[in-house]
């Protein structure tokens, strides 16, 4: 009887884990126009919180990002560097996120490392297509900061209703 549990466990937070970085995928793909480059806005960013309800999704997200990069123009960079910064600052906004006592504090954290992080992106863009990084930084961080400043209102509502945090 144990064992089913446990199975049936394990099943459910790997479904929940495909879940959400299939969600991760289809958003930046259906978007693919505002998902890259250097005017990116992109919606599926937002799924970032969801690794502050639950350290599952900080594998969620990061494999949703690993496979959306594919479709990257920048891909052979994209890849690995998006999917490792993006597990970078995963682990690193749950980490800070559990200093604070609110969840808007905890949002804020996320929000304000995450469009930090877009030095990354400035970055590829300056080695793959020589576009000057301080003139792309700043476009790619208020594209993030639209993403993610949509998502600390949307992803409340959500995990009121789908229950991250089980």
């Known amino acids: 009887m144990q064992n089913s549990v446990s199975t049936r466990s394990s099943l459910l937070h790997l ?4 879940i ?5 995928v289809a958003v930046t793909v259906l978007l693919t126009p505002f998902s890259f480059g250097a005017g990116q806005i992109r919606a599926s960013e937002m799924l970032n919180y969801t690794a502050l309800y639950n350290k599952r999704y900080v594998v969620a997200v990061t494999l949703g990002v690993f496979i959306a990069n ?22 690193l906004s ?23 992080s877009m030095f990354t992106v400035a970055a590829q863009l ?11 930084y700043p476009v790619i961080m208020a ?3 639209i993403s993610m400043t949509i998502g600390a209102f949307v ?10 945090d089980r």
């Open 70 to 91: 594919f479709f990257s123009p920048t891909a052979v960079i994209d890849v690995p560097v998006g999917t490792i910064g993006t597990l970078i600052f995963l682990l």
């Open 126 to 136: 300056a080695i793959v297509y020589h576009m000057p990084f301080w003139a792309s």
């Open 155 to 164: 992803m409340p509502v959500i995990a009121r209703t789908v229950h991250l």
């Open 94 to 116: 749950r980490w800070l996120a559990g200093y604070c006592s609110k969840w808007w504090q905890k949002y804020l954290v996320m929000g304000v490392l995450f469009t930090v």
């Open 20 to 24: 959400v970085a299939s969600l991760y």
């Open 15 to 18: 479904t929940q884990v495909a």
């Open 143 to 145: 594209g993030e900061a």
